[in-house]
């Protein structure tokens, strides 16, 4: 591959390392595996898909069921992708809309400032519950992918934490 792999791209052919699916399945498998720690529209998978095919490091079949192409990782791009997952994964970037709103919150009037976080707190408390749920199953059928759930239970752990230290959440109590 002439250019760099991107984190999307190789997500990709690190799903494909499963089975082979459509792009479609590839879709719903990042919702499903890594969505809630790395997005990627419907339209990125098909670019990539296409951009991966062009490189030689995915097959893309003969159209099936429901206008559906099977994509198959090739040798090349099993050998990119143990590459790419092997290097130094570097810092991340965090795009963290709260924290945001957070260091502007002063522009904000206080009760909707207050509605806001509780609300927050709300979606967070919820996402906790359904990491905590799916725990155990996964830990059962996938150990390594596992720790991925748990990193996501202590954030969500973390920022229920941080909201209720926040001084507007204290006087809402």
């Keep these: 591959m002439s250019t760099p792999l991107n984190a999307t791209a190789a997500s990709i052919l690190g799903l494909l390392t499963w089975k082979p ?4 399945d590839l879709y719903g498998a990042f919702e499903e595996t890594i969505g ?6 419907r339209s990125q998978v098909y ?3 296409r951009t991966l095919a062009a490189a030689g490091l995915i ?3 003969a159209t099936g069921a429901r206008e559906r192409r099977l994509c198959t990782i090739q040798p090349a791009g099993r050998r990119v992708f143990s590459e790419w997952i092997a290097r130094d994964p ?8 709260l924290l945001l709103t957070t260091f502007f919150a002063d522009a904000v009037p206080p009760e909707r400032l207050r509605a806001m976080f509780v609300e927050q707190r709300r979606t967070h408390a919820e996402q906790l519950a359904s990491y905590e749920r799916q ?14 759930l748990e990193f996501g239970i202590g954030y969500e752990r973390a920022v229920i934490a941080w909201i209720d230290g926040l001084p507007w959440m ?3 109590r």
Excluded: C, D, Y
């Design 135 to 148: 725990l155990p199953e996964v830990r059962a059928h996938a150990p390594i992918p596992a720790l991925t």
């Design 47 to 49: 670019r990539e898909l």
């Design 36 to 41: 809630q720690f790395w997005s990627v529209s």
């Design 21 to 24: 699916m459509s792009g479609w």
């Design 170 to 172: 204290k006087k809402a």
């Design 59 to 61: 097959e893309i079949g």
């Design 90 to 97: 570097g810092n991340e970037l965090i795009r963290f809309p």
